[in-house]
């Protein structure tokens, strides 16, 4: 009643409106959640009646009775210590309704304004010690922080908006300093989820702890959210928190990191919070929240441009990294536990993940590089460490280790490939014969990030070459003498990303490559062999798709001159082939393949049809075109299209049709491809039974 009926309860002129109203209130603090649930449609309702349309007492203090209620319904149980051991709460339900209050609440901070704010704090201080009540109201705190956030910064408005701007400032600093005082800290972490919700707030309202505090209170609160990572249930959420302050008020720490010797930064507050908070990551040993840590310890060093100075703040942000992994090496060189040893690989994957995060977040967008680039000084000590990593049989035989070091390598190709090149043929080395040693897809990421970086060199399309018919005669040995295509589809999808890599970036090195003719049948072989995987496949038919269609991308004049002078190489392909494709796109599009991948099954036949269609000279009817012949050929096969079975049939005019309106459209080049796109989803729809041969008179008609 109250949702089909809003207008008239909104305006509270009818008797028993009040009422109404109140029985919904008691609905809202009911215990089941289906019931209570129900009460959060009619507010949500409610909302889209203007407020000038209501009565005023179903505008704000409607809504302060609401946020009232929703404080302790929300709140977990006073005994909750987990959710294995949680009896009363059910977690879906739980989460549920936390989620679905989050629009309420959004409504009524727009009704009360810095009202909400006073209200939501003073159910916090109304009774410090009932930690469900100040972890539920901080969750409503946190869940309006984006609309309040918005609001203290923005710099229009009146005189009330200003003062609204300015009380709701006030009202946050001086909760956020009674909250992670030291006097509360105490208090605080005697529950986790407590001081998570803590952390989360703290996070949360960066951007204003950017416009009112001076960076001395920001310093405060990141040192507050380091101590925080002690306690595994609020470690993630400091780590998140710290990477927002980081982020959020970078300008006031910027400030304070420019103060002192500029010759000597390790005894300044930021330098020094820094490399403690890294520290205290690692110890935690959260690989989120490493992560996050390690980006926006990155993030802020980059703002402070100065070249000097920035590579050395980057020093002391990697040394702990670097420090633990160093006595990790150690333990793993000199250990004799096993399970020592382990720990201590395991430790060492998390280090390099944490390296490689800091490295990807300092991409220097002013172009230096060499000596000059903000990694460099990081680079002279790093190096050692992975040549001791390559030189320990252990560690270069661990999975993770491995995959790890490699991606640290790729990072470094991306980011700094000038600084990387006096040493890419002993990496190239270590790539190889790692790749050897396991096949894993991490050894053909690095390759791909190589060819990016340095195959537009003339002088490397020899050796790249050369590296690619190795890499392709590994991997053709190992698909088919230890696993087939469908086991390793990760191993699939790097082998053809990178591939697909050489055609856009070093295209004569794979038109020279001498497993040229290998590379084109094996990804036609592994459309069959990985059943429509999404990954492997897709890479597959992307790596087709772009080889096949070649003249219709958007390429360099050298990318085009060296596919020209291989066109016959790719003609002689598709020419054996053609009709294989065929049959794997069509099949897939008619219900073999999941339906996200149909995008990429048309692409490539589309591919496929347009460049065998111009080069025939004769007419569909005359049944020599290429593509007339092999999707004919295909179509008339029911078991391919999965027609064999339940009855369903397709006429041969249908397939006729659908024949005929592909190759008019590739005739007429790539601006009809999204049509021939349309076209095969209707083809596909029509083999499931979803769709009639009539969707196909607007083609016939264009």
Known sequence: IACEDVDVVAKCELPGCPDLIDLLLRVQSHPSHAVSVAALEAWLALQDVPTAERHPDVAGPLFIRIVDLLIPRISYGASFTTWEDEGDLDPQEFAEMRRLVGDVLVSAYFLLRVRYIDQVVAAISADPTRWTVTESALFCLTSVAREVCARVKARAGGSSVAADKEATAQRLVHLVRELCGAAAEGAASRHELVLSAVCTFVGSFAPVWNVVCPP???????????????????????????????????????????????????????????????????????????????????RLCMQLKDGELLRQYLCLTVAPALQSLQQSLDLVRHGSDDAQMEAARQSMASCLRVIREIIRFCDDPTGLDGASHPLADVLNVLWPQLNEIVLTPSCRQHEEVLSELLNIHGQLVSVVPNLVAPHFSSLIDLVVRAYEESHLPCALDYVTAAVEAFGGNMETVESFSKLLAHLSQCTCVYLTQEKRPNECPELIKSFYEMVKRYLLFCPGALTLCSEFTTLFELAVACLDECKGERESTRATLNYLSQLIGWRSL???????????????????????????????????????????????????????????????????????????????????????????????????ETKSAVVRIMIGLAKKGPESKPKAKMLLADFGKMCQGHATPEVLLAYSLD
């Open 216 to 298: 001395e209170v920001l310093l405060d609160l990141l040192s507050y959210l380091r101590n925080a990572t002690k306690f595994p249930g609020a470690a993630a959420a400091a780590a998140k928190s710290s990477r927002q302050v980081y982020v959020g008020c970078g300008a006031g720490l910027v400030r304070v990191a420019k103060t002192g010797d500029a010759h000597n930064v390790a005894g300044n507050p930021v330098a020094a919070c820094l490399s403690s908070t890294m520290e205290a990551a690692l110890r935690a040993g959260n690989e989120q929240g490493m992560k996050l840590v390690a980006e926006g310890s990155a």
């Open 554 to 652: 958007r390429l360099s004049p050298a990318v085009n001159t060296a596919l020209e002078a291989a066109s016959g190489a790719i003609d002689s392909c598709v020419l054996q082939q053609g009709e294989t494709i065929v049959k794997a796109c069509l099949g897939a599009l008619a219900g073999g393949a999941p339906q996200g991948l149909w995008p990429s099954y048309s692409d490539c036949l589309f591919a496929l049809v347009s460049h065998v269609s111009p080069r025939s000279h004769s007419t569909a009817e005359g049944g020599e075109d290429l593509a007339y012949r092999w999707m004919t050929t295909v179509l008339s096969d029911d078991s391919v299209l999965g027609l064999d079975s339940g009855g369903r049939k397709m006429a041969t």
